[in-house]
């Protein structure tokens, strides 16, 4: 099995007036897993089904290599797919839910069970084959209905949001599952996900969305350490960046009484100015109070009134402040991250 590129082009979905998806281009590499990442209703569903044929585009093309299928039936893109519901026939065994697709065309018996069984010892399921999606485990049926997507050897792999049916441990492994069955068979893959901790551990790339538009294209490091605007500065990472509103003056990032020093020639005017909880200290020379210190297990965080504003410091296990206890923030100078008033980034 082989993976093909994935090119989309201008490709956009309106449900009468609701724009579901304005404008997009992305390129997938053959062979690459990319995560769709966003809030509820930004659109990942809706593009996710455009590439499998099941909704046509409003504008805009489809490309799988060098072929434009916006025109093809989902049968004849070679697409594999998995949704959030497993969707498993209940009243059929796993076998034959498997065998589903490869029984549709019409292969001889003796292959499907070959195939079937090829599949169902790679993921772990060949003991399951002769019961009901009923009589297995939650994490069971989703590698079953991984399986059907597989078992035809699609170039083509499409996840919506597979694993949200999954208790949070067994969550953690399928992830790990899924990703090195992909790397093994090479098939190119989109993952739908509203889990950014989901999209950052499986995805080569990540596409984050906001209401129908595409904010950023990247690696998860980069993502993480260059947010291109302040919409995935707050979504990708947890606990969230810390984001502060205020005014650049010369030299300085200023909020009410506050002024915390920036590098010279950063242009004047409203902005944003963000750091991580992670790259914040409770040693710095800002003042300010703490109002709650959270134990989070390894590091406890604390919520710190800086001024007008609160921001989110990660602080080591053994300390862990009282609330009203005066502290002084500080931040690594190197980490901390400036947007415009539109919440665009600014330098580097
Ligand atoms: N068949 C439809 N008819 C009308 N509007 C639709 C239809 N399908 C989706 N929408 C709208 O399009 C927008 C995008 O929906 P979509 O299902 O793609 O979101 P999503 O990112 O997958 O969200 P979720 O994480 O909740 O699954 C939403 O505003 C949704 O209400
Ligand atoms: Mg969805």
Known sequence: MKGIRVRLKGLAKHFGRVVALRTLDLDVRAGEMVAFLGPSGCGKTTT???????????????????????????????????FQSYALYPHLTIFDNIAFPLTLKKIAPAEVARRVRQIADLLGIAHT???????????QQQRAALARALVKEPQVLLLDEPLSNLDAQIRVQARGEIRRLQ??????????????????????????????????????????RRPANT?????????????????????AFVLD????????????????????????TLDGDVPGRVTVAEALGRENLVTLRIGPAEVKVLVPQGRRPAPGTPARLG?????????????????A
């Open 48 to 82: 996710l089904l455009m590439i499998a044929g099941i909704y046509q585009p409003t504008a805009g093309e489809i490309y799988f290599g060098e072929r434009r299928v916006e025109h093809l039936h989902p049968r004849d893109r070679d697409v594999g797919m998995v």
């Open 129 to 139: 084959l002769d019961r009901r999606p009923g009589q297995v485990s939650g994490g």
């Open 183 to 224: 790397q093994e068979i090479g098939v190119t893959s989109i993952l739908v996900t509203h889990d950014q901790s989901e999209a950052l551990a499986m995805a080569d790339r990540v596409a984050v969305f906001s209401t129908g538009e595409l904010q950023q294209f990247a690696p998860p490091d980069e993502l993480y």
């Open 231 to 251: 919409f995935v500065a707050r979504f990708v990472g947890y606990p969230p960046m810390n984001l502060l509103e205020g005014r650049y003056e010369p030299g």
């Open 257 to 280: 009484d506050l002024r915390i020093p920036v590098p010279p020639g950063h242009p004047a005017g409203r902005g944003w100015l963000g750091f991580r909880p992670e790259d914040a």
């Open 331 to 347: 931040y690594r100078r190197e980490h901390v991250h400036f947007f415009d008033a539109s919440g665009r980034r600014v330098g």
